[in-house]
């Protein structure tokens, strides 16, 4: 059994769908953090059969929840302090994501210029579908392409 250390003081990401840890990873920009990352891939879970989990020991406030809730709504967010788990929060899908994914429409004006901001909004909460704010060009969520 693998055994990874707990937390003093950070959050933990769990019930993240196995083998999408990576992509996570680098959608946070934790790579560019100065902090202990630990990444645990395909645990067992009771509820997914597998999953992965990530370990970031930090203050919680680096981690963009939008970011989050938009590529999984369904990852747990653990806030650790003092070595124990002081509060959860659930994610939902946000009403506006900014830069995190590229419209494709090659007229939009986000194709034009350069310095704009990619911001999409959401369209439809139940099918999770996102319109680009200029264009209105159709973006699905980051999960099915993670």
Avoid: W
Wanted: proline share 2%.
């Amino acid at each position: 059994m693998l055994n990874v250390g707990s937390l003093n003081e950070g959050f933990v990401l769990d019930h993240i769908q196995a083998g999408k840890a990576m992509s996570i990873y680098k959608y946070l920009n934790l790579d560019k953090l100065d902090c202990q990352v630990a990444i645990i891939k395909n645990a067992r879970s009771n509820k997914l059969g597998k999953k992965d989990i990530i370990k970031i020991e930090a203050p919680i406030d680096i981690l963009n929840l939008d970011i989050l809730g938009f590529i999984d709504d369904q990852i747990t967010v653990n806030i650790i302090k003092d070595g124990e788990i002081v509060s959860k929060k659930t994610l939902t899908l946000p009403d506006k994501v900014v830069n995190v994914i590229k419209c494709k429409n090659p007229r939009c004006i986000t194709s034009i210029e350069q310095g704009l901001d990619q911001v999409f909004l959401l369209a439809d909460r139940e099918k999770k579908i996102y319109r680009c704010q200029y264009c209105e060009e159709k973006a699905g969520r980051l999960n099915s392409r993670l």
